[in-house]
């Protein structure tokens, strides 16, 4: 809400971007074309336009001799903020790179749980987005996201026990082996291509299994050990309690 309240005026912007509020300027993008020797860059602002239920995104872009305004139209619903640009240039584009520092009027923010420490690390992040071209075709992804500044960990997101098996979604922080064993449990063994999500599985052993079906009405409570070898660095680990029969 505060960098709702610093947007720049719709007749300022049209003056002179520059005569913006400094809380306005909330980031900076460039664009790489072949068409020219060098990027396009320039700031990117809050906007207001009037009775508009939020500010537009507006970048512009500048260089050898040219400025393109592009104009995001920006939305807010059950917490997550977009920006849609319904108009650009009819041109090729190679890279494209925007920088939403954070601050005091950052255009981003969290909205995370206390059991979280509103903390982005650890958590499964992920930027939808669509891309839809002059002749109609349309690109829909869904990018992973990673934090910078967190410390590499393994965190169990979610653990679900059905029957037999436990299964366990569990954050690592690059490519590389994931392991899991607990007392009573089969060994469990996953590669990770990445940084991402990983779900291992892992069941009752035949004996376990079988001491409990002896005994009727009791589980097995039993803590899984995790360790995780990455491609580089050290290796991690993270334990979690299942119960289980």
Do not use: W
């Not at 420490?117 to 349309?138: D, I, R, W």
């Amino acid at each position: 809400m505060t960098t709702l309240q610093k947007a720049c005026t719709e007749a300022q912007f049209d003056v002179n971007p520059a005569g913006c509020p400094a809380a306005s300027d909330v980031g900076t993008a460039s664009a790489h074309t072949p068409i020219f020797s060098h990027p396009l860059t320039g700031p990117a602002y809050f906007v207001s336009h009037g009775g508009q239920a939020f500010p537009d995104l507006e970048i512009v872009l500048q260089g050898e001799g040219i400025t393109l305004i592009l104009d995001g139209n920006t939305d807010i619903k059950k917490g997550i903020t977009s920006s849609i640009f319904r108009s650009v240039p009819d041109a090729p584009i190679t890279d494209f790179e925007l920088k939403l520092p954070a601050g005091p009027y950052s255009i981003l923010g969290t909205n995370l749980p206390a059991s979280a420490k509103y903390s982005l690390c650890g958590q499964k992040l992920a930027m939808p987005t669509a891309f839809v071209g002059q002749n109609g075709a349309e690109i829909h992804e869904s990018t992973p996201i990673s934090v910078e500044g967190c410390k590499p960990a393994v965190r169990v997101l979610r653990a679900r026990v059905k029957g037999r098996t436990a299964t366990l979604e569990v954050s690592v922080p690059a490519a590389g082996r994931l392991v899991a064993t607990g007392g009573g449990l089969s060994k469990a063994a996953r590669k990770a291509p990445r940084a991402g999500t990983v779900t291992v599985k892992l069941t009752l052993t035949k004996g376990e299994a079988a001491f409990l079906a002896r005994h009727h009405g009791r589980k097995l409570k039993t803590t899984i050990e995790l360790r995780f070898t990455p491609k580089k660095g050290s290796k991690l680990k993270a334990t979690t309690t299942v119960l289980i029969g």
